[in-house]
């Protein structure tokens, strides 16, 4: 079973940057499809970028331009580049393979707010 450790969250203004970072265990990380999601207090759970083995992204229309996945398969770690942050971004922040295949992490918190 792949074990997800996500990082990098915190308080921020809007308009502002975060980069976050998501560990893989196991070395099936490289031969899947990997994705980040959000799910905000009271709401569903939403995928928030994708990218794929060849490394073509993705992006529902509420982040795209300002939001930027990334991998390192060397690494076994996804990164979500996150800039001029809205209100509406926060949310905890999981990765996962796309599609889901395996348990979630613990997530990471984001919160934009003045």
């Known amino acids: 079973q792949v074990q997800l450790v996500e990082s990098g969250g915190g308080l921020v203004q809007p308009g502002g940057s975060l980069r976050l970072s998501c560990a893989a265990s196991?070395?099936?990380?490289?031969?899947?499809?990997m994705g980040w999601y959000r799910q905000a207090l009271g709401k569903q759970r939403e995928l928030v970028a994708v990218i794929t083995i060849g490394a073509t992204t993705n992006y529902p229309d509420s982040v795209k331009g300002r939001f930027t996945i990334s991998r390192d398969n060397a690494k076994n770690t996804v990164y979500l580049q996150m800039n001029s942050l809205k209100p509406e971004d926060t949310a905890v922040y999981y990765c996962n393979a796309y599609p889901v295949k395996w348990s979630w992490g613990q997530g990471t918190q984001v919160t934009v707010s003045t």
């Open positions: 196991g070395s099936i990380f490289s031969i899947n499809a």
